[in-house]
């Protein structure tokens, strides 16, 4: 966490955002994943993101977008906004960002636009936190943190920014995002949690998840055999570059 996710969404947004698409990633609130920006299209967005608001929404490709990758193939319909807080363009016309992402935002509809890459009108979604479930929050955190604890690899576990996230008192909300974003998850288990603002719904469906992986099960639940399950190399903050 630090400065990028107090400033949230600007004030002047209008609900239009450019779309980055990918099949293999789910950003969440709260963190920072690395993007390695080559293709024409994505080099568009990205200078018309430097040159205005430095937003960029990641939207995850639904499987069979393989037939239609230059086209407009079917994407989830909750996405992530993220800013960019870092850019390094290399000398072959590539680029590497680090985007933090900072709310979670449901499709409204796709753009008819002239641009390279696609765009749409989103709706933010807030996180909601039931009231029957606000006097349980200091428990369930502590349950949640003990079940990421016991399954995160050793050397991961003693890196900085893990026991910074072990030890501080996050809103349950967040831990939960960053959570789901670092755990070894299936894909659409991750988008699952994505799509979910109630904090205790989201809580319950990701310990339902990581209590198998605790006890050396295999979560199976929406799991596509043509989908990887993230490395551990997740766990990294910020993690090694994606490429688009």
Known sequence: MGHWD?????????????????????????VIQALHIFEPRYCDMLTESL?????????????GWENHYQGKPKLASVVCIGRIISHSPTDDGRH????????????VEELDVTSSFRQARVELMPDVMPEDF????????????????????????NSKTITDLLTQQLPLGILTDI???????????????????????????????????????????????????????ELEFPP????N
């Open 134 to 157: 606000k006097d349980s929050i200091d428990e369930h955190r502590r349950e949640l943190l003990n079940v990421f604890r016991s399954v995160i690899p050793r050397d991961s576990a």
């Open 51 to 63: 040159e205005s608001d430095h937003l960029i929404t990641m939207a995850l490709l639904i499987p």
């Open 240 to 243: 090694p570059f994606s490429d």
């Open 179 to 233: 959570i789901s974003y670092a755990a070894n998850l299936p894909i659409p288990i991750k988008q699952l949690l994505l799509g979910e603002p109630n904090v205790k719904t989201r809580y319950l469906t990701l310990m339902e998840h990581m209590v198998p992986i605790m006890c050396g099960g295999q979560d199976t639940l929406g799991d596509d055999p043509t989908q990887s399950s993230p490395s551990k190399s």
């Open 96 to 107: 590497n960002i680090l985007l933090a992402g900072l709310q979670r935002a449901r499709i």
């Open 6 to 30: 107090s400033a949230g969404i600007p004030d002047d947004f209008d609900g239009l955002v450019r779309m980055f698409p990918l099949p293999n990633l789910v950003l969440f609130p709260h």
